[in-house]
C-alpha cells in the first residue's frame, strides 16, 4: 500500500517547472478575486444601509439585523463548505459557492421587499463562508512553504481591495442615483468579477493534496490528538476577537461619522473607504515580511499596537476633541497597525496548522467562529454606541485587541518555512 507522503510526493514532484509556477499564479488570481468579492459584499452593506435606511425606514433593529444577516450566512456556509471540501474535493465547491454568490447577488439587486432581500443576502452570505473556508485551503495546498506567507497574504490583501472599491464606488453611486436605485446597482456590480471568476475556476486542477489523501486504500480522518485543543484555539480564537473588533466597527463607521459630524453621507462613506485603504496599506507592508518574521510576531504586535491606538482615541474623543481630522487619523492609524498584523494573518494561519483531512473543516469552522464574533461586534458596538457614544465603541474594541493579543500568546504554533504535512503531524 503507497503511502500518503509517498502519493503527495508524486503530486508535488513537478510544481517547481515554470510551468506549475503559471498555475500556482492563476490558483493565487482566482482564489483572490474571490476573496476581493468578499470584501467587495461584506463592506458594501455599510454603503447600501444608508439609502435603505430611506426606503425602508429601518429602525435600529432592522438596521442591525440587515448589517449581520450576511455575517450570519457565512457562518453557516463556513462550516458546511469545509466538511464537504474535505469530503467532496476543493474544485467541486470552488464553482459550486460561485454560482451561489452569482445568482443570488442578482436576486438581491431586483428584489422589492425587505424580507426578500435579508433572505436573498443570507444566501449571498452563505456562499461568501464557503469561499473563505475553500479558497485559502487551496491556495496553501499549492503554496512552496518557502513563499507560502506570500502567497496566503497576496490573497487576503484582495480582500481590502474589495472593501475599498465598495467604499469608492458606493460615494459616488449614492451621491449620483436616486435612492431606490444606488443600492441595487451596488449589490449587482459584484456579478460581473465573479462571473470572470467562474470560468476561471472551472479550468484550475484539484488539489494535490486532498488527491493524494483520496488515493490512499482506507481514507479516514485522524483522530484528534492531544495538541489539537491548542491548534484549535489558536485557530479560532484570535480571528473571533480581530472580526468581533473591525466588523463591528467598519460595518457602522459610515453611520457613527454622519452621526458624529460628517455633514455628508458620501463623505462619511469616503471616510470609511480612507480608513479601509490604510489597512490595506498595513497588510501590504507585512505582506514581505510574513516569510521572514512568521505570522506570530506579527499578529502580537498588530493587536497590541491596535488596541494602544484604540484606547488613546477613546480618551481624546472623551476629552471633548472632535476634530474631524483627529477622528479618521486616528482610525487609519488603527487599521494599518490591524492590517499589519491579525487583518492579514489570522486567516492565514488555519489552512496552515491542520492536517490534510481536516484543513477545509478547520479553515471553515475559524471563518464561522470569526462571523460569530464579527455578528457580536455589531450588535455590542451598536449597543456601547447608544449608551456610551462613539468613545465607548472606541475602548470596548480596544479590550477585545488586547484579548487578541492573550489568545495568540498562550496558544502560539508558527507554521512560517515548515511543510503542511510535518505541521499535519505536529498537529
Known amino acids: 500500500m503507497r ?29 483572490s478575486l474571490g476573496v476581493l468579492l468578499d470584501g467587495y459584499n ?8 444608508i439609502p435603505l435606511l430611506v426606503q425602508y425606514h429601518l429602525g435600529s433593529t432592522s438596521t442591525s439585523l440587515l448589517a449581520s444577516v450576511m455575517l450570519i450566512g457565512s457562518i453557516i456556509g463556513g462550516l458546511s463548505a469545509g466538511v464537504l471540501a474535505d469530503r467532496w474535493g476543493r474544485k467541486t465547491l470552488l464553482v459550486t459557492d460561485l454560482v451561489v454568490f452569482i445568482v443570488f447577488s442578482l436576486v438581491s439587486a431586483l428584489v422589492t421587499h425587505y424580507l426578500w432581500l435579508i433572505i436573498a ?4 452570505g452563505l456562499a461568501v463562508g464557503a469561499d473563505y473556508a ?68 472551472a479550468r484550475l486542477p484539484e488539489s494535490p493534496y486532498w488527491l493524494a489523501h483520496r488515493q490512499t ?13 491548542r491548534t484549535w484555539a489558536l485557530a479560532l480564537l484570535p480571528w473571533f476577537f480581530m472580526d468581533l473588533a473591525t466588523y463591528g466597527l467598519g460595518l457602522l463607521l459610515p453611520v457613527l461619522l454622519k452621526s458624529n459630524g460628517f455633514s455628508s453621507s458620501s463623505g462619511a462613506i469616503l471616510g470609511t473607504g480612507l480608513a479601509a485603504l490604510f489597512g490595506g496599506l498595513g ?35 472623551g476629552s471633548g476633541v472632535r476634530l474631524f481630522l ?43 467562529f470569526s462571523r460569530i464574533g464579527a455578528v457580536v461586534g455589531v450588535f455590542a458596538l451598536g449597543y456601547f454606541e447608544g ?36 505541521m499535519a503531524d505536529s498537529a
Open 3 to 31: 503511502s500518503v507522503k509517498n502519493i503527495l510526493s508524486e503530486e508535488l514532484k513537478s510544481m517547481s517547472t515554470s510551468a506549475d509556477q503559471v498555475v500556482l499564479r492563476r490558483i493565487r488570481t482566482v482564489s
Open 42 to 49: 461584506l463592506t458594501i452593506i455599510a454603503v447600501a444601509l
Open 121 to 124: 443576502r443570507l444566501v449571498v
Open 134 to 201: 475553500i479558497s485559502p485551503t487551496y491556495l496553501a495546498e499549492f503554496s512552496p512553504r518557502q513563499t507560502r506567507g506570500y502567497q496566503m497574504g497576496y490573497m487576503w490583501l484582495a480582500w481590502t481591495v474589495g472593501a475599498v472599491v465598495s467604499y469608492a464606488l458606493g460615494a459616488g453611486l449614492v451621491a449620483w442615483l436616486p435612492t431606490a436605485l444606488s443600492w441595487r446597482v451596488l449589490f449587482a456590480v459584484g456579478v460581473i468579477p465573479a462571473l470572470v471568476g467562474l470560468m476561471m475556476r
Open 217 to 229: 486504500v482506507r481514507p479516514r480522518r485522524p483522530k484528534v490528538k492531544s495538541g489539537s485543543a
Open 283 to 317: 497588510s501590504l507592508w507585512a505582506l514581505f515580511r510574513l516569510d521572514r518574521v512568521g505570522r506570530m510576531r506579527l499578529q502580537i504586535w498588530g493587536f497590541l499596537l491596535g488596541g494602544v491606538g484604540l484606547l488613546l482615541l477613546a480618551a481624546l474623543i
Open 326 to 368: 483627529v477622528l479618521i487619523s486616528g482610525i487609519m492609524v488603527v487599521n494599518f497597525l490591524y492590517g499589519v498584523g491579525p487583518g492579514l494573518t489570522a486567516g492565514i494561519v488555519p489552512a496552515e496548522i491542520f492536517p490534510t483531512t481536516w484543513r477545509a473543516t478547520g479553515q471553515g469552522s475559524a471563518t464561522a
Open 387 to 422: 449608551h456610551g457614544g462613539f468613545p465607548a465603541v472606541l475602548v470596548a474594541t480596544g479590550v477585545v485587541s488586547f484579548l487578541g493579543v492573550l489568545s495568540t500568546w498562550l496558544f502560539r504554533i508558527e507554521p512560517n518555512q515548515k511543510p503542511l504535512p510535518d
